[in-house]
């Protein structure tokens, strides 16, 4: 499955929605996903969405589409 990540670069600052950035996760469920950014990035997640059927489609077509690798 694939998710996209909404999340901030550091933990230190409180969130704010001008500073929140997207990367594109494939993983079996949500928990894993947040796991993986746990292990391997210094960033605050914020949501998590599953992307599936045109939604996904529609992020192929119309976003900077790249999987993050760990």
Avoid: C, W
Wanted: glycine fraction near 2%; hydrophobic fraction near 30%; aromatic fraction near 12%.
């Amino acid at each position: 499955m694939i998710f996209k990540v909404y999340y901030q670069e550091t933990k230190e600052r409180n969130p704010k929605r001008e500073q929140t950035h997207s990367v594109y996760v494939e993983a079996t469920d949500e928990v894993t996903v947040r796991e993986l950014m746990r292990e391997h990035t210094p960033y605050n997640v914020e949501y998590v969405q599953l992307l599936e059927g045109s939604h996904l489609d529609y992020e192929k077509e119309h976003a900077d589409f790249k999987l993050m690798e760990f």
